[in-house]
């Protein structure tokens, strides 16, 4: 695999995690918007009748958030990588 292909291909993976990361994150607001953190109970008309979904939502936010930064770092190293090998770094 050339290194410009290393290159697209570690873009479009951290593009697709950054798109998880970003719906992760609005799922978690929608529920936080919906529970009173003064109270511990939901707001009239939520769906949701227990603490888990934003256990999970505020879980799933941090693991797409890690990938996100390993997925930058790795990006990071083959553009680092390709412009070393072209004479640009």
């Not at 993976?13 to 798109?19: F, M, R, S, V």
């Not at 719906?23 to 918007?33: D, S």
Request: hydrophobic content about 40%.
């Amino acid at each position: 695999m050339s290194l410009l292909t290393e290159v697209g291909r570690a873009a479009i993976a951290l593009d697709e995690a950054i798109k998880v990361r970003t719906k992760a994150k609005a799922i978690r607001a929608k529920l936080l918007k919906e529970y009173s953190s003064e109270t511990g109970e939901w707001f009239e008309g939520s769906t949701c009748d227990e603490d888990q979904p934003i256990v999970d939502a505020h879980a799933a936010y941090k693991t797409a958030n890690a990938e996100v930064a390993k997925l930058r770092g790795l990006f990071r190293r083959s553009v680092n990588k390709y412009r070393k090998s072209e004479g640009m770094a």
